[in-house]
C-alpha cells in the first residue's frame, strides 16, 4: 500500500440529534443517515505528493444506518488541487491503500456501493473550533453552517464534547449544532437543520488513527 498521512480539521453536519447516535453505536435518530463533511488539510502526503493546503468535503446519504450499506456519496476537491493531488485525495477518501475499517473514510466508502462523479470546485472551510462556529460551502453544490448548541433554559452556548480513545475518525470532537443545505450535486439532504454538527482535528494515516 502507498504510505499516507494526513493532518488537520473537520466540520461535520448530520441528521441525527445532538451527540449523534452512531458514536455510541446506537441505531440513527430517524432510521437514515444523511450528512455533509468538510476538511482542511493542514498538513498531509500520498507517497511523494503533497497534500497540505488542501480542500476537500464529501456528501454522504444511507438509507438506514451506516453499517447497513446500500450507501451513496459525493466526493468534492477543491480546484486548486493538482492531478496529482486529486488522484491522492480520492484514493485516501475512498479507502483505497488502508488498512481495512482502519479510518471513517474506508468505512464510508465500503458502505456506499453508488459513488457519483467527484466534483472539483471551489471551496470554502472556515473553522473555529473552541467557539463551535464554522462554515463549509462549495457554491451551488452544497454549504454547512454550524454553532454552539443553546442551553435548553437560557439560550447560552453549551458546550459539551465526545472522547473516542478508541475511535476511527477523532479521538476527542466538539459537539454543535448545524445544518445543511444542497443544491446542484447528485445527493440531495434534506433532514439536516438544527442538527448534530462537531468539530475534530484529524490524525490518519493508512493504519488508522494515530493519537490517544
Keep these: 500500500m502507498e504510505k499516507w498521512s494526513i ?16 458514536q455510541f453505536g446506537v441505531l440513527p435518530t430517524d432510521g437514515t ?30 438509507p438506514g444506518a451506516i453499517h447497513e450499506g446500500e450507501g451513496q456519496m459525493q466526493l468534492i476537491i477543491d480546484e486548486t ?31 456506499c456501493p453508488t459513488k457519483h462523479e467527484t466534483i472539483i470546485a471551489p471551496i470554502s472551510v472556515e473553522i473555529n473550533a473552541e467557539d ?10 452544497v454549504e454547512v453552517n454550524a454553532e454552539p448548541i443553546p ?29 445543511t443545505k444542497t443544491s446542484g450535486g447528485a445527493i440531495e439532504l434534506l433532514k439536516n437543520s438544527g442538527t448534530h454538527a462537531h468539530f475534530a482535528s484529524l490524525h490518519l494515516t493508512g493504519e488508522g488513527r494515530v493519537g490517544a
Design 151 to 179: 442551553h435548553i433554559m437560557s439560550g447560552a452556548p453549551h458546550r459539551v464534547g465526545i472522547r473516542l480513545p478508541n475511535g476511527f475518525e477523532f479521538g476527542f470532537a466538539e459537539m454543535a449544532m448545524g445544518s
Design 81 to 111: 488541487a493538482s492531478a496529482a493531488q486529486r488522484a491522492a485525495l480520492e484514493a485516501i477518501m475512498t479507502g483505497k491503500d488502508t488498512v481495512e475499517m482502519a479510518t471513517m473514510w474506508y468505512v464510508f466508502s465500503a458502505m
Design 132 to 141: 463551535r462556529i464554522g462554515k463549509g460551502s462549495v457554491a451551488g453544490v
Design 7 to 22: 493532518q488537520g480539521e473537520e466540520i461535520v453536519n448530520c441528521n441525527c440529534n445532538f451527540g449523534c447516535p452512531c
Design 33 to 62: 443517515c444523511e450528512a455533509a463533511v468538510f476538511f482542511r488539510i493542514d498538513k498531509g502526503n500520498y507517497g511523494d505528493v503533497q497534500l497540505g493546503g488542501l480542500l476537500a468535503a464529501g456528501v454522504y446519504k444511507w
